[in-house]
């Protein structure tokens, strides 16, 4: 996957020399190829198409949960009953929810309704007619993660709850637009930033998108806002989330008491999308692909 650069391509490490001048192939001034370079330079480990390949297999599994997921939601279900069935789903297909238990998560499913954010944390919460809920699936099959979100409305959506809902996901949409070699993470988050603030609503900064795909949460962050670290190039085999979570009113965040649960201060709502992905020669592959 990484050897299909022209030579005379612009080296996707960044370097701004041609390709065949430094890590095609053989090493580069530093002894190093492009793998060895996104390593030693970003921390970044570039996936071969074997390792893709079992990240595809296992999004396609986080998708089929999504298809149940899907079914349950309605007024009066509690999020327990869908943290059941993601778990139950997840285990007989010989995979295992990548949430539980990690540094202490308590389910297998993040469930965040309304003014929660994000990793809202299962239990006897009912679901109400009106409301949005936020389901974020991340399973492990054979070593490998794939991650993936969608905000789901619970019965007849409010005017608000369309709207908010409908910025998250072109957000995400607008992101991965920029995800191709050539570019940068900034370029991603700029047209995340700058889309929902045209819209008025705002971007949460705590929590970021992230590479994925031997871990749950790798090298690098992808910011869903202008950042200093965003220079990072995007380059074949990287393999990240892209997630941006958009408030409609403004961007700050409280943490409840559970340690887990982010809530807008201002208690407006919140909706997120999230896809796993990887660089290709010519721009992305969704591996938890859903339309957007
Ligand atoms: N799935 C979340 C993400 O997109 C992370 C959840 S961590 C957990 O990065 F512990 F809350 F599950
Ligand atoms: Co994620
Ligand atoms: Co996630």
């Not at 988050?189 to 045209?198: L, P």
């Amino acid at each position: 996957m990484h050897a299909k650069i022209g030579r005379n391509d612009p080296c996707p490490c960044g370097s701004g020399k041609k390709y065949k001048k430094c890590c095609m192939g053989a090493p580069n001034a530093a002894g190093l190829n492009l793998p060895e370079t996104f390593l030693k330079r970003y921390n970044i480990r570039l996936k071969t198409p074997e390792q893709v390949d079992g990240m595809r297999r296992c999004g396609k599994l986080v998708m089929q949960t999504f298809d149940i997921v899907r079914d349950l939601i309605r007024p009066g279900v509690k999020t327990e009953d869908i943290n059941q069935a993601v778990h139950e789903f997840t285990v007989k297909n010989g995979a295992y929810p990548a949430p539980l238990n990690y540094h202490g998560f308590p389910k297998s499913v993040c469930i965040s309704p309304n003014e929660v954010i994000c990793h809202g944390i299962p239990g006897e919460r009912v679901l109400k007619d009106g409301d949005i809920v936020n389901v974020d699936i991340t399973s492990i099959l054979d070593g490998y993660y794939a991650d993936c979100n969608q905000t789901f409305f619970v019965g007849a959506p409010s005017p608000d709850a369309r709207k908010i809902v409908d910025v998250a996901r072109e957000c995400l949409r607008l992101g991965l637009e920029q995800a191709k070699p050539g570019n940068i993470v900034n370029d991603i988050s700029a047209a995340i930033q700058t889309y929902a603030e045209g819209q008025g609503c705002s971007v949460v900064r705590e929590y970021m998108g992230h590479g994925v795909g031997l871990d749950f949460h790798e090298a690098p962050n992808i910011p869903h806002f202008r950042s200093r670290w965003g220079n990072t190039p995007l380059a074949p085999g990287m393999t990240f989330t892209v997630e941006p979570m958009i408030n409609l009113g403004g961007k700050a965040l409280r943490v409840l008491d559970d340690g887990w649960t982010a809530v807008t201060k201002d208690g407006s709502l919140s909706a997120q999308f999230e896809q796993t992905l990887v660089i290709t020669e010519h721009g992305f592959e969704s591996l938890t692909p859903f339309e957007l």
